[in-house]
């Protein structure tokens, strides 16, 4: 599934930038190697967690001081059902970057390493279910399941594991267990061949959500600029095919409804040269009869924040979130919630 609340959990390219100080020798060689790794979870969970159907669950990182926990919460109560995993922050962050909620209820998420903080260079991504905890795959930065649950949608930003001098960036199609069924698009970038770190930004994917069962939404790029594209699922394209809404800052996509995504993004206006305010947003359906999108509303407003406005514009449009503002689901946990999934 995907429906996705994220809050400051988030790190992409510029925080992608690199842990210099370790060499690749001490690296998994291999971006596409899915070694599982599984082991006992170490979870307390309460009796109500088996009688709330997994419909009525939502996934939550939370936060109290510099503890951060993954958790099941019941999406009407609030009340925590399960706690997958604590830990400490990690480089100051969440050491949760990503996370979903399949049909079937097993929680995926990316983990920061704490000996490589950096996103994709040290994020394994990890599988909870009955109280199993499986390390599935290496240097992953984002991942959404399928509605059916039986696919992942992940990107990757690995190191040079084959000494060539580059590293890899990739949208890949991944089975429950870990193997790669399909790597949908990926390039190279160039690496400082003694410590590995990237000679340019990198981990600026991310996948936003599934559309329908046979696109997936890919955000690209990072701060001042960033473009959200409808690539996919059964085969690998080229990316100029692929249905392309060009936005600014925090262009993403906040809903779907059929084949179709509902994706917003800030506009500004120049007040003076080379000087811009934020003016308000556009939003726009994207799809593949409309493959530069369709602007069906503008707001305008200098205050107005795409995050919390996707309910209402998800609502108006009819549309069925992909996301939805930090703390509008109920949480009666300790702390409070930066992150979580439907």
């Known amino acids: 599934m995907t429906r996705h609340v994220r809050g400051d959990s988030r790190r992409v390219a510029a925080a992608a930038l690199v842990a210099a100080a370790t060499p690749l020798a001490m690296i998994v060689p291999s971006a596409s190697a899915t070694a599982s790794t599984t082991t006992s979870a170490a979870a307390s969970t309460t009796s109500a967690t088996a009688a709330v159907p997994v419909s009525r669950q939502y996934v939550a990182v939370s936060r109290s001081g510099s ?18 995993s604590s830990a400490k922050a990690v480089a100051g962050e969440s ?17 920061a390493s704490p000996r490589r903080p950096q996103v994709g260079f040290g994020s394994p991504l990890v599988r909870y279910r009955a109280g199993r905890v499986t390390t599935l795959a ?3 930065t984002s991942v959404e399941a399928s509605p059916d649950g039986r696919t992942l949608a992940v990107t990757v930003d690995s190191p040079d594991g084959d000494g060539d001098g580059k590293g890899l960036e990739a949208l890949r199609l991944l089975t429950t267990s870990g193997r790669v069924v399909r790597t949908l698009d990926s ?21 936003q959500g599934w559309v329908g069962s046979s696109m997936i939404a890919l955000r690209t790029g990072c701060c001042s600029e960033s473009d959200l594209h409808l690539v996919r699922a059964d085969r ?8 392309t809404f060009e936005g600014q800052d925090e262009a993403m996509a906040i809903g779907t409804r059929g084949s179709s995504a509902l994706v917003v993004r800030p506009v500004y206006k ?14 726009v359906w994207l799809n593949t ?19 919390t406005s996707a309910a209402t514009l998800n609502q108006r449009h009819g549309a069925t979130p992909l996301y939805t503002a930090p703390g509008t689901l109920p949480y ?6 930066i992150l979580s999934a439907l």
């Not at 390039?187 to 996948?207: H, I, M």
């Not at 690998?236 to 095919?241: G, H, V």
């Not at 009869?289 to 995050?307: D, F, H, S």
């Open 270 to 283: 120049e007040y003076a040269p080379n000087s811009y305010v934020r003016a308000g947003l556009e939003v």
């Open 236 to 243: 690998a394209t080229r990316p100029t095919t692929w249905p």
């Open 187 to 207: 390039f190279a970038f160039p690496v400082d061949k003694k410590t590995g770190t990237p000679l340019y930004e990198t981990g600026g994917r991310q996948v």
């Open 289 to 307: 009869k409309r493959p530069k999108g369709q602007i069906v509303q503008r707001l305008t407003g200098q205050n107005l924040e795409v995050t």
């Open 67 to 84: 503890t951060f926990r993954l958790q099941l919460v019941d999406r009407r109560s609030g009340a925590v059902l399960r706690t997958l």
């Open 332 to 337: 009666k946990g300790s702390g409070r919630v």
């Open 138 to 140: 290496q240097y992953v």
């Open 95 to 111: 050491p949760f970057l990503d996370a979903d909620l399949a049909a079937d209820g097993s929680v995926y998420a990316v983990v």
